[in-house]
């Protein structure tokens, strides 16, 4: 499954596919990328994030692709399980402070069985 | 060792009531952040704060919004004379050292105003 445009706030996949999820960012002196996974009723979990100097990163069933040219960041999830149901969020720096994160409105991933 | 301990973790004020969130960063985390989260949206920075210090309250309220962070005990996030507009959920993060990758976020205060 796959996020598409600028914003889709739902993502529906089946269990065992590959989830791709997308997101545009803003600010071009942005340097510093998060990807984060916040289940109903607790706070954001760290996923993976990524430099401006780099333009892909991978983790454990986690890969982070970063184009500068179009502003456009994506989360890869190999092998989407249950347990990935959940909102995810990119966040960017905002201007050279990395404690200030600027979060986007969040895509809505459901897992179906 | 406890993750970042935020409460209450609902709290419900009535208009033109105090309202007073706490958030006890990670043992050895001296870095605080509160971020506010409204329904159906991403996170919004507010402050950041070190131990007795304000760094950076950029994203708060000019006015009815305070935060502080003492030498001795949790990180307070208080909001005066709340109105509907401050329902929200409300996240503390904290990290030893500036925010990077060994931040991590409470599991919010969520409040509510009647």
């Known amino acids: 499954g796959e996020s598409v445009g600028l914003h889709l706030p739902t993502l529906s996949v089946q269990e065992g596919d590959n989830s791709i999820i997308n997101c545009a960012y803003s600010?071009?002196?942005?340097?510093?990328f998060i990807w984060y996974k916040q289940e109903s009723g607790k706070g954001p979990q760290f996923i993976i994030d990524?430099?401006?100097?780099?333009d892909k990163r991978q983790g454990q069933r986690v890969t982070v692709l970063l184009n500068k040219t179009v502003k456009h960041l994506s989360l890869q999830i190999a092998a989407t399980q249950p347990g990935d149901s959940a909102v995810y969020f990119c966040a960017e720096n905002m201007g050279s402070n990395d404690y200030k994160l600027s979060f986007g409105a969040g895509t809505t991933v459901t897992v179906r069985a | 060792n406890a993750g970042v301990m935020q409460n209450p973790r609902h709290l419900v004020r009535r208009r033109g009531q105090e309202a007073r969130l706490r958030c006890s960063p990670m043992?050895?985390?001296?870095?605080v952040y509160w971020y506010r989260q409204l329904p159906e949206e991403g996170l919004k920075f507010m402050v950041y704060l070190q131990k007795e210090n304000i760094i950076d309250e950029s994203g708060m309220p000019k006015e009815r919004f305070s935060a502080e962070f003492p030498k001795e005990g949790p990180s307070i996030l208080r909001i005066q004379q709340v109105v509907r507009g401050d329902s929200a959920a409300y996240f503390c993060?904290?990290?030893?050292?500036?925010?990077?990758?060994?931040?991590?976020f409470g599991q919010g205060t969520r409040l509510t105003v009647v």
């Open positions: 043992k050895g985390h001296s870095h």
């Open positions: 600010n071009s002196a942005s340097d510093y």
């Open positions: 990524i430099r401006s100097n780099m």
């Open positions: 993060a904290s990290s030893s050292r500036v925010m990077n990758t060994e931040a991590f």
